[in-house]
């Protein structure tokens, strides 16, 4: 008799089904950590436009009056060593969002982390809109703006 060696189909497809359990609940766990690392993206680009902004002003003597749409073109245009400024890391409808009055602004972006410590420290409009930009109100902060 010859004795056949390998694993059979059951033993294939259970260890196939441990595995496919395993890797679903490690991409769930890490999920968290991706929308945490997207946020500080968010931050950090805000900080940077923030930077421009401030030579822009040092230029101009006033901050640009436009949208976040018009903003990197005036940014690149007014030649203060800016070649780009980034959009949210989602995309979409996910834009950071930008107004001004000429002497003050407001910067946005919208968190997917609700529990993220620098919105204890960001600008809450109270449920009203900061230079016609929503940022949240202190009960429910989704967005953290910024006010210079």
């Known amino acids: 008799m010859h004795k056949k060696q390998g694993f059979t189909l059951v033993e294939i497809l259970v260890v196939v089904s441990?595995?496919?359990m395993l890797s679903s609940i490690v991409l769930v766990g890490l999920g968290t950590?991706?929308?945490r690392g997207r946020d500080a993206s968010r931050v950090a680009d805000l900080r940077q436009v923030q930077n421009a902004l401030e030579l822009y002003y040092g230029k101009f003597g006033s901050y640009p009056l436009v949208t976040w749409e018009g903003l990197e073109g005036l940014l690149v245009e007014a030649e203060i060593g800016v070649a780009g400024i980034s959009d949210d890391p989602l995309g979409g409808s996910n834009h950071y969002k930008y107004a001004s009055n000429g002497q003050s602004y407001v910067l946005g972006a919208k968190l997917e982390d609700v529990n993220n410590q620098v919105l204890k420290n960001d600008v809450d409009g109270s449920g009203v809109e900061v230079f016609?930009?929503?940022c949240g109100s202190p009960t429910d902060d989704q967005y953290y703006c910024l006010r210079f």
């Open 33 to 35: 950590f991706r929308a």
């Open 132 to 134: 016609g930009i929503d």
């Open 18 to 20: 441990i595995i496919g």
